[in-house]
Nanobody, 121 residues
Framework: VQLQASGGGLVQAGGSLRLSCRAPRMVFRRNAMGWYRQAPGKRRELVAAITSGGSTNYADSVKGRFTISRDNAKNTVYLQTNSLKPEDSAVYYC????????????????WGQGTQVTVSS
Protein backbone atom coordinates (compact mmCIF):
# COMPACT_ATOMS: atom_id res chain seq x y z
CA VAL A 1 0.00 0.00 0.00
CA GLN A 2 1.54 3.28 -1.08
CA LEU A 3 0.66 6.73 0.12
CA GLN A 4 1.37 9.49 -2.42
CA ALA A 5 2.91 12.61 -0.93
CA SER A 6 3.57 15.83 -2.80
CA GLY A 7 3.97 19.56 -2.35
CA GLY A 8 7.49 19.96 -1.06
CA GLY A 9 9.98 22.42 -2.48
CA LEU A 10 12.41 25.24 -1.82
CA VAL A 11 11.07 28.29 -0.03
CA GLN A 12 12.52 31.29 1.76
CA ALA A 13 12.20 31.66 5.52
CA GLY A 14 8.78 33.02 6.37
CA GLY A 15 7.20 31.37 3.36
CA SER A 16 4.53 28.69 3.09
CA LEU A 17 3.99 25.32 1.47
CA ARG A 18 1.03 22.95 1.40
CA LEU A 19 1.86 19.27 1.48
CA SER A 20 -0.66 16.71 0.27
CA CYS A 21 -0.89 12.97 0.80
CA ARG A 22 -3.41 10.74 -0.93
CA ALA A 23 -4.17 7.28 0.42
CA PRO A 24 -6.23 4.34 -0.81
CA ARG A 25 -9.82 4.79 0.30
CA MET A 26 -9.96 1.93 2.81
CA VAL A 27 -6.65 2.95 4.38
CA PHE A 28 -7.72 6.56 4.67
CA ARG A 29 -11.16 5.90 6.15
CA ARG A 30 -10.00 3.46 8.82
CA ASN A 31 -6.87 5.12 10.09
CA ALA A 32 -5.41 8.13 11.76
CA MET A 33 -3.14 10.09 9.44
CA GLY A 34 0.06 11.88 10.27
CA TRP A 35 2.99 13.85 8.96
CA TYR A 36 6.49 13.08 10.16
CA ARG A 37 9.81 14.55 9.14
CA GLN A 38 13.44 13.57 9.19
CA ALA A 39 16.36 15.94 8.80
CA PRO A 40 19.89 14.70 7.98
CA GLY A 41 21.52 13.18 11.02
CA LYS A 42 18.35 13.40 13.09
CA ARG A 43 15.69 10.97 14.14
CA ARG A 44 12.31 10.93 12.45
CA GLU A 45 9.82 12.99 14.44
CA LEU A 46 6.10 13.54 14.55
CA VAL A 47 4.99 16.86 13.09
CA ALA A 48 1.19 16.59 13.16
CA ALA A 49 -1.50 13.96 13.26
CA ILE A 50 -5.26 13.80 12.74
CA THR A 51 -7.88 11.20 13.59
CA SER A 52 -10.66 10.09 11.27
CA GLY A 53 -12.94 12.34 13.30
CA GLY A 54 -10.73 15.39 12.95
CA SER A 55 -8.96 15.57 16.31
CA THR A 56 -5.40 16.81 15.94
CA ASN A 57 -2.02 16.71 17.63
CA TYR A 58 1.02 18.87 16.88
CA ALA A 59 4.66 18.93 17.81
CA ASP A 60 5.41 21.92 20.02
CA SER A 61 7.86 23.27 17.46
CA VAL A 62 5.13 23.73 14.82
CA LYS A 63 2.11 24.76 16.90
CA GLY A 64 0.58 27.95 15.58
CA ARG A 65 2.43 27.65 12.26
CA PHE A 66 1.34 24.32 10.75
CA THR A 67 -2.19 23.02 10.25
CA ILE A 68 -3.15 19.44 9.43
CA SER A 69 -6.49 18.71 7.78
CA ARG A 70 -8.16 15.91 5.87
CA ASP A 71 -10.58 15.82 2.96
CA ASN A 72 -12.60 12.62 3.26
CA ALA A 73 -14.07 13.01 -0.23
CA LYS A 74 -10.59 13.01 -1.75
CA ASN A 75 -8.94 10.56 0.66
CA THR A 76 -6.26 13.18 1.17
CA VAL A 77 -4.54 14.70 4.17
CA TYR A 78 -2.91 18.10 3.99
CA LEU A 79 -0.24 19.91 5.96
CA GLN A 80 -0.33 23.67 5.59
CA THR A 81 3.04 25.02 6.66
CA ASN A 82 3.34 28.75 7.35
CA SER A 83 6.11 30.96 8.73
CA LEU A 84 8.65 28.36 7.72
CA LYS A 85 12.07 28.36 9.37
CA PRO A 86 15.36 26.86 8.19
CA GLU A 87 15.05 24.28 10.97
CA ASP A 88 11.87 23.00 9.31
CA SER A 89 13.99 21.69 6.43
CA ALA A 90 13.59 17.92 6.19
CA VAL A 91 12.04 15.12 4.23
CA TYR A 92 8.38 15.02 5.17
CA TYR A 93 6.57 11.70 5.21
CA CYS A 94 2.89 10.92 5.55
CA UNK A 95 1.74 7.87 7.41
CA UNK A 96 -1.49 6.04 8.19
CA UNK A 97 -2.16 3.72 11.08
CA UNK A 98 -3.67 3.28 14.51
CA UNK A 99 -4.30 6.37 16.57
CA UNK A 100 -1.91 5.41 19.40
CA UNK A 101 0.96 4.76 17.01
CA UNK A 102 0.47 7.74 14.72
CA UNK A 103 -0.17 10.19 17.56
CA UNK A 104 2.63 8.95 19.80
CA UNK A 105 5.49 9.30 17.34
CA UNK A 106 5.90 5.62 16.51
CA UNK A 107 4.31 6.06 13.10
CA UNK A 108 1.71 4.03 11.27
CA UNK A 109 1.69 0.86 9.21
CA UNK A 110 1.67 2.67 5.87
CA TRP A 111 4.09 5.32 4.60
CA GLY A 112 4.48 7.64 1.66
CA GLN A 113 7.69 8.13 -0.26
CA GLY A 114 8.58 11.46 1.32
CA THR A 115 8.72 14.98 -0.04
CA GLN A 116 11.65 17.34 0.51
CA VAL A 117 11.09 20.70 2.17
CA THR A 118 14.02 23.10 2.11
CA VAL A 119 13.82 26.49 3.79
CA SER A 120 16.53 29.00 2.99
CA SER A 121 17.53 31.73 5.40
Amino acid sequence: VQLQASGGGLVQAGGSLRLSCRAPRMVFRRNAMGWYRQAPGKRRELVAAITSGGSTNYADSVKGRFTISRDNAKNTVYLQTNSLKPEDSAVYYCTAGSLPNVFSGRGGDYWGQGTQVTVSS
